[in-house]
């Protein structure tokens, strides 16, 4: 942890921004809740580290221009969230709190709809390995997928997925639950042909995080950020704001009637919080 404990009585600073990236052109509500825990944990550790400011860049980025941006001094963006990979972690530093309470790693899979009798089949990781999956470029959750004999095809541009889909490019679109129903409300009209497979439930550990620049302006900014949400954990803001955002569309998800397929991550790193439950939410259980 950066912080094992802090004391929130530190002289006053001047006025911390925070720049986070526009990460794609037209509807992408993906990142709305993790602004909204970015800014409560800023909102909570004000008595200590002061006023800060928070927008977004004006510029959409791609995830390799986010990291590009992330690794100049003079980048326009100093934060960023991501589902974890070891080359993330050694690049910059991580807050080691998963923002999403580890809910990435519960996933839907976006399907055609005259498939549903073939995913319907689907029983086993066996039974999945003649179906090609569709992930961004450089996703965090290829190798989950590769590692079991999954084919994967990678798209360029997160838009462009679901036209690909949509085109019989790959067989089905892997997303977080609340992702996936968001998307499908939100693309609906314009993609007839896609849809919500009815039956499975991928699970494979995937935390998403926090990242700030290696120099001493990311160093405080993690620890203002990892202190606040462990304020946010041990106070319930974070599981209301988890709540707030996530908490109808997992009801409409439905994955405690649905087939679990578990998945290991070999890309955990050995600093993965796993031993703290409180971190985690399991849909199944719904806590």
Not at 10 to 19: I, Q, V, Y
Not at 125 to 142: C, F, H
Not at 224 to 235: F, L, S, V
């Amino acid at each position: 942890m950066l912080v094992a404990s802090l004391a929130l009585a530190c002289p006053a600073r001047a006025a911390t921004e925070l720049t986070y990236p526009l990460s794609s052109d037209g509807i992408d509500s993906r990142y709305d809740y993790d602004w909204a825990v970015l800014r409560a944990a800023m909102e909570k550790t004000a008595p200590g580290f002061g006023a800060f400011g928070q927008r977004q860049s004006p510029v959409a980025m791609s995830p390799s221009r986010i990291v590009q941006e992330m690794s100049m001094a003079s980048g326009r963006i100093n934060v960023f969230v991501r589902a974890s990979s070891p080359e993330l972690e050694k690049q910059f530093l991580p807050v080691r709190l998963p923002v999403d309470r580890g809910l990435l790693g519960y996933r839907l899979l976006l399907i055609r709809q005259d498939e549903r009798p073939r995913f319907a089949q689907v029983k086993t990781v066996a039974d999945l390995r003649p179906l090609r999956a569709g992930l961004g470029q450089g996703w965090a959750d290829i190798p989950v997928l590769q590692s079991a004999g999954i084919s994967v095809v990678e798209g360029s541009n997160y838009a462009g997925l679901f036209a690909m889909l949509e085109a019989g490019r790959f067989d089905f679109f892997s997303r977080s639950a609340d992702e996936a129903l968001r998307e499908f409300d939100e693309r609906r009209d314009q993609y007839r042909q896609i849809a919500i497979e009815p039956t499975l439930l991928l699970h494979y550990p995937l935390p998403r995080y926090f990242f700030l620049r290696r120099d001493a302006q990311g160093m405080l900014l993690a620890q203002r950020i990892e202190a606040g949400m462990e304020m946010m954990i041990r106070d319930g803001t974070l599981n209301t704001l988890f709540q707030q955002y996530k908490g109808d569309i997992i009801a409409r998800a439905a994955m405690k009637q649905r087939r679990v397929i578990r998945l290991p991550n070999p890309r955990l790193t050995p600093e993965t919080p796993l031993s703290r439950t409180e971190l985690w939410f399991n849909p199944l259980t719904g806590k």
